[in-house]
C-alpha cells in the first residue's frame, strides 16, 4: 500500500478538485446500460436471462424465487445470524414507526381548510447487490420501512449466486420484513424490469437501492422517463475527521471499512493538528494502523485498490474543518474530535454523521436503526438518505365554505387578473355572483 495522499489546509475553492471522487468513463456506461434497457423492454423475460447468462454465468430455468425456497431459507443460517437479523429489523422498525406521518388540518384563515395526506406508494421495487458481499441489511434497510408505510407490492430483486441460488440471509431478512416477490435477476437488467415490467415482474412506481455504476446509471435514466428513483447512490464513501485525542485504530478501522466495498469506494482522513508536524504524524499513525490491519482482511486486494485513491487533509486552521467536510459533502461522516459536539452544529451537507469514538459508521450500516441508503458523490448537498417519507407520497387537500370563498375570493380574483388568467378569475367571480343572488350563505 503506497502512502496516502496529503493535503495540507487547502485553499477553500480547490477542496472540491483535490478531493474529487474517482471518475470513470460515463459516456460507455451510459451507451451500454441504454442498450440493455432497450433489450429488456422489447424481450422481457428472455432479456433477463440472457444477460444472467452472460454476467453472472448462470442458466436459470425461472426468475422467480418460490415462497417454498424461501420459507427454507431460515433453515440454512446459524441460529446467531439470524437473532442478529432480528435485532437489526426490531430497532430499523423503531426507528421508522418514529417517523410515521401526522397528516394536520390547518386552517388558513377562517372558512379555508387545508390538509395533506400521506399516500404509501403502491408498489416500490428494491434492488439488493449480491456478489462476493450479499447485502442483506439492504433488504432490512429497504423493505422495513416500506412495510411501516403500507406498500402493497415489495418486490425485491437480486443477482444469484454462482449455483443459481439467492443468499439465504437475503431471502431470510425478505421473508420477515414485508417482500411480496424476490426475482433472481440484477444488474442495469433488473432496474430496466421493475421500471418497465416483463412477463414475471410487474412494473413498479418507484426503485430503491444501491449499485455499481451500470445500476445508478440505469436508475438515472429510468427516471428520466418511466419510474420514480430513490437517490443516486453509487459508490460507498466516508470521510474521518480525528484530532491527537482519538485513536489511531480505530481511524484505520474506519477507513478500512468503507474500502472494503469496492476499488470505486473512497476514504478521506481529515486531521485537526496543533501544527503541520503533528498533523503528519497523526496521519503516519493510522497508516501504520492500516498496514497492520489490513493483513488479515479477506477483501484486502479491493482495499488496495480503493486506498490508491484515499486523501488525508491536514489542517492547522481549524476554521476550515466544517468548509472542508461541507464541501466533500460525504455520505458517511465520523467525527471523533475534542470538539466534535461544536463541529457537529456546523455540518450542513452529509448524508449521515456518526459523533464520538464508540459510534463508528458500521453500527448504522447495520442495526442502530438509522438508514444507510444515502446520497453519494457530493449528492448530500440536495438529497436526504431514504427514510420512511421516501415511501409515501403527499396528496394535498382543502375544502372552502362559502363564508371562507367570501373572505378569500375577491383576494383571488384580483391575483388572477394581475396574471391576465380571466377564467381563473371568473371561476371565483361566477361563485361570488350566486352567493350574492341567495340566502345561502348568511
Request: aromatic residues 6%.
Amino acid at each position: 500500500m503506497g502512502r496516502i495522499k496529503r493535503i495540507i489546509n487547502p485553499e477553500l475553492n480547490a477542496i472540491s478538485s483535490l478531493l474529487a471522487r474517482p471518475s470513470s468513463d460515463s459516456k460507455s456506461v451510459e451507451t451500454a446500460v441504454s442498450a440493455i434497457i432497450a433489450r429488456v423492454i422489447s424481450e422481457g423475460d428472455a432479456a433477463l436471462l440472457a444477460y444472467t447468462q452472460k454476467f453472472d454465468h448462470v442458466s436459470l430455468a425461472s426468475l422467480i424465487v418460490s415462497s417454498e425456497v424461501i420459507a427454507e431459507a431460515q433453515k440454512g443460517l446459524a441460529a446467531t445470524l439470524r437473532a442478529a437479523i432480528d435485532h437489526a429489523k426490531q430497532n430499523i422498525y423503531k426507528f421508522h414507526w418514529s417517523q410515521k406521518p401526522r397528516d394536520e388540518q390547518v386552517e388558513t384563515q377562517p372558512g379555508v381548510y387545508c390538509w395533506r395526506k400521506s399516500i404509501p406508494i403502491e408498489k416500490v421495487g428494491i434492488y439488493v447487490p449480491g456478489g462476493s458481499a450479499p447485502l442483506f441489511s439492504t433488504v432490512l434497510m429497504l423493505a422495513v420501512p416500506a412495510q411501516i408505510a403500507g406498500c402493497k407490492e415489495i418486490i425485491l430483486t437480486t443477482p444469484p449466486r454462482r449455483d443459481g441460488s439467492v443468499d439465504p440471509a437475503i431471502l431470510y431478512a425478505a421473508s420477515i420484513s414485508g417482500v411480496t416477490k424476490v426475482i433472481t435477476v440484477g444488474g442495469a437488467q433488473a432496474i430496466a424490469a421493475l421500471a418497465y415490467g416483463t412477463e414475471s415482474i410487474p412494473a413498479v412506481d418507484k426503485i430503491f437501492g444501491p449499485g455499481n455504476r451500470f445500476v445508478t446509471e440505469a436508475k438515472q435514466q429510468v427516471a428520466t422517463h418511466q419510474c420514480a428513483i430513490d437517490l443516486p447512490a453509487g459508490p460507498s464513501e466516508v470521510m474521518v475527521v480525528i484530532d491527537a485525542t482519538s485513536n489511531a485504530a480505530f481511524a484505520a478501522a474506519d477507513l478500512l471499512s468503507q474500502a472494503e466495498h469496492g476499488p470505486d469506494s473512497q476514504v478521506v482522513l481529515v486531521v485537526e493538528a496543533s501544527d503541520e508536524a503533528t498533523g503528519h504524524a497523526i496521519v503516519d499513525a493510522v497508516e501504520s494502523h492500516i498496514a497492520m490491519q489490513i493483513t488479515h482482511l479477506s477483501r484486502h486486494e479491493i482495499i488496495r485498490a480503493s486506498l490508491e485513491h484515499s486523501k488525508a487533509v491536514i489542517i492547522t486552521q481549524k476554521e476550515l474543518t466544517a468548509a472542508v467536510i461541507n464541501s466533500y459533502a460525504p455520505e458517511h461522516l465520523i467525527i471523533n474530535t475534542a470538539n466534535l459536539v461544536e463541529l457537529a452544529t456546523k455540518i450542513q451537507h452529509a448524508g449521515s454523521v456518526f459523533l464520538g469514538q464508540w459510534s463508528c459508521e458500521s453500527v448504522g450500516d447495520y442495526a442502530s436503526g438509522t438508514n444507510h441508503t444515502l446520497p453519494t458523490a457530493g449528492w448530500a448537498r440536495s438529497y436526504s438518505g431514504v427514510s420512511l417519507d421516501s415511501f409515501y407520497k403527499k396528496i394535498t387537500f382543502q375544502r372552502i365554505t362559502c363564508q371562507g370563498l367570501k373572505a378569500i375570493g375577491p383576494i383571488v380574483e384580483v391575483l388572477a387578473s394581475g396574471e391576465s388568467l380571466e377564467a381563473h378569475s371568473e371561476a371565483v367571480s361566477v361563485r361570488l355572483k350566486s352567493l350574492r343572488r341567495s340566502d345561502e350563505c348568511l
